[in-house]
């Protein structure tokens, strides 16, 4: 490990592989490392999106968290993906927004052939949530709003989620 004059360190492990950085990662996301800790990269989880929503009331910002989780979601390996689903995310003030993260834990779960997350099933809307503001958007989520996203009453188009 090196340090620069701004305070950031490069680290160089000696042993390959994300598996190895995973299994010598503490529980807390720290390593001990010649007398410094180093923060462990952890993908987030619903439950942790769940938090970042519930501190902002942003609409803007909560779409580009919803797509950074998607994102990191992606980029795991599809033995993990659905670990990052089973936690129920706590309310987080908005039931459109509690219900979406619903939609998204069964949508995702089915792509792995699974059932969605038990928390899931009760969160539905009694009135259709339409997210996008123009009116071709809306009339594009009626039509591609994948099935999971449909039962819990929430049109967001299956192009918007493949976009993130």
């Known amino acids: 490990m090196s340090a620069h004059n ?9 042993r390959p592989g994300l ?7 503490s529980t807390d996301g720290l390593i001990c490392y010649g007398g410094f800790a180093v923060t462990c990269y952890r993908p987030m989880t619903l439950a942790d999106l769940a938090g970042r929503l ?9 779409w580009k968290l ?14 993990v993906q659905p670990s990052l689903l089973r936690d129920e995310p706590r309310p987080i003030g908005d039931e459109r927004w509690d219900t979406l993260l619903a939609a998204l834990a069964e949508h995702l779960a089915a792509r792995h052939d699974l059932a969605p997350p038990q ?19 809306r009339a594009d989520a009626l039509v591609w709003a994948p099935a999971a996203f449909r039962k819990h009453g929430v ?8 976009a993130a």
């Open 6 to 14: 701004d305070g950031y360190f490069d680290v160089y492990l000696s």
């Open 19 to 25: 598996a190895w950085l995973r299994a010598v990662c």
């Open 54 to 62: 519930a501190r902002t009331a942003d609409g803007k910002i909560r």
């Open 66 to 79: 919803v797509w950074e989780f998607l994102e990191e979601y992606r980029w795991e390996p599809d033995e």
């Open 119 to 137: 928390w899931a099933e009760t969160r539905v809307l009694r009135r259709p949530w339409f997210p996008a503001e123009l009116e071709i958007q």
């Open 155 to 162: 049109y967001l188009s299956a192009r918007d989620l493949e």
